[in-house]
């Protein structure tokens, strides 16, 4: 009995060791994540505020103007020729559903990428441009969509693109 209890007692510290030496460096490997996660978030925030205020600096440039006007420019250019080519589908293959909804949603994805932009700078001509472009995408979605009515929207569509498009700042 006497040489049990010290292999026992042994045996607990070992384990006790163990288990507390698993625990704590659980605890300090989440510190250490923990750590490095909010030193990452102060670095992002860091840049984050830079980059506002190099933004900020920007605007007061002239060519901070032409900057975005470049993004808008692309944008209805890329917009007018989703408009194109889905003129062209409607002409030529007005079964192809498929291809019609693909062109549609290309044609939505293209304007949601610079609507905030539109609807901030040129408010106007946001509401003008979207009583016409919302109707077609919502056409162009369907099952069974409207070749004639697409065609109509197409064309009311891309007058007013193009009318938007020349009132932008020359880039």
């Keep these: 009995m006497e040489k049990k209890f010290p292999i026992l007692l042994a ?4 384990s006790g060791s163990l288990i507390a030496g698993c625990g704590s460096n659980g605890a300090e490997d989440n510190n ?3 750590t490095s996660n909010n030193s990452s978030m102060e670095e992002n925030s860091a840049s984050e505020s830079e980059s506002t205020n190099n933004e900020g600096m920007n605007d007061s440039s002239s060519e901070s103007g032409s ?3 470049i993004d808008l420019d692309v944008g209805v250019d890329t917009a007018l ?5 889905l003129k062209a589908t409607l002409e030529n293959s007005s079964d192809d559903i498929t291809a019609i909804n693909e062109q549609t949603k290309s044609l939505e994805e293209n304007w949601d990428k610079m609507e905030a932009q539109v609807e901030q700078e ?3 001509e946001y509401k003008d441009i979207e009583e016409s472009l919302y109707p077609l995408i919502d056409e162009g979605k369907k099952d069974e969509p409207d070749t004639g009515k697409m065609n109509e929207l197409i064309d009311e569509t891309v007058m007013k693109m193009t009318e938007f498009k020349e009132k932008l700042p020359a880039s």
């Design 67 to 69: 900057e975005e006007t």
């Design 32 to 34: 250490s994540t923990q």
């Design 11 to 14: 045996s607990c510290l070992l």
């Design 122 to 124: 040129f408010p106007e």
């Design 81 to 85: 020729t989703n408009l194109d080519e």
